[in-house]
């Protein structure tokens, strides 16, 4: 498997209150993804980096926001949690090559916000 | 983006071959068709990526005709294990701007 960790696995917090969900890499790829899943939604793309502190929106970006200091590292914050933001959240990393097209997933967050 | 269409659903038996096809009318030249596996409670995983004709893996086969405005995961075989949501996803790779985007998905439920 992949060397992509993420962090926590579980996390309640309430509304309002700043969250931030942590990704961590040791395959050298220069692509990282945090997506959402809700049921009846599939996977959503939130944010993604194509290298160190180059970050781009996907699709349903509002209310989050990434930073990405190292190539290892891709960080997912919810400045203010809101209970539509309960969800389970995966991080992707990827090197997007014709000869490296594969995306690798973590495990998954599952986040309640109360 | 090239969007995709899947069946929401789909069921079979142990022991058949079961073949989910994807269309995908507004595929670019330069696109590929891959796609991705998901148990309940895990990441999606990758299957298989092809961009003419026909690809073999050691998991699943992708047919994907001259027009390539479809294509169609061929499992062979199925096992209850193979119970899953599947993905089919079209883009550039290779290219920055075309982010991974998932669809909904086809939910395969294996009957024993």
């Known amino acids: 498997d992949a060397g992509i960790t993420q962090s926590p696995r579980h996390k309640v917090t309430e509304t309002g209150t700043p969250v931030t969900l942590r990704c961590h890499q040791t395959e050298n790829h220069r692509y990282m993804y945090w997506y959402r899943q809700d049921p009846g939604h599939g996977l959503r793309l939130i944010h993604y980096s194509y290298g160190v502190k180059d970050t781009d929106k996907g699709e349903v970006s509002d209310g989050y926001s990434v930073s990405r200091s190292k190539t290892e590292d891709f960080l997912l914050t919810l400045e203010s949690a809101t209970s539509s933001q309960t969800s389970v959240y995966f991080c992707?990393?990827?090197?997007?090559?014709?000869?490296?097209?594969?995306?690798?997933f973590g495990q998954g967050t599952r986040l309640t916000v109360v | 983006l090239a969007k995709t269409t899947q069946p929401i659903s789909m069921d079979s038996y142990e022991g058949q071959e079961v073949n989910i096809t994807c269309s995908h009318n507004n595929i670019a030249t330069n696109d590929y068709i891959t796609w991705y596996q998901q148990f309940p409670s895990q990441g999606p995983r990758f299957i298989i990526q092809g961009y003419k004709t026909k690809v073999t893996n050691e998991v699943a086969s992708l047919f994907i005709p001259a027009d390539r405005k479809s294509s169609t995961l061929s499992l062979p075989r199925v096992s209850l294990s193979d119970t899953a949501v599947y993905y089919c996803l079209v883009g550039d790779i290779g290219n920055r701007d075309d982010k991974i985007i998932f669809g909904k998905g086809t939910r395969l439920h294996i009957l024993p």
């Open positions: 992707a990393i990827s090197d997007l090559d014709r000869d490296n097209t594969e995306a690798f």
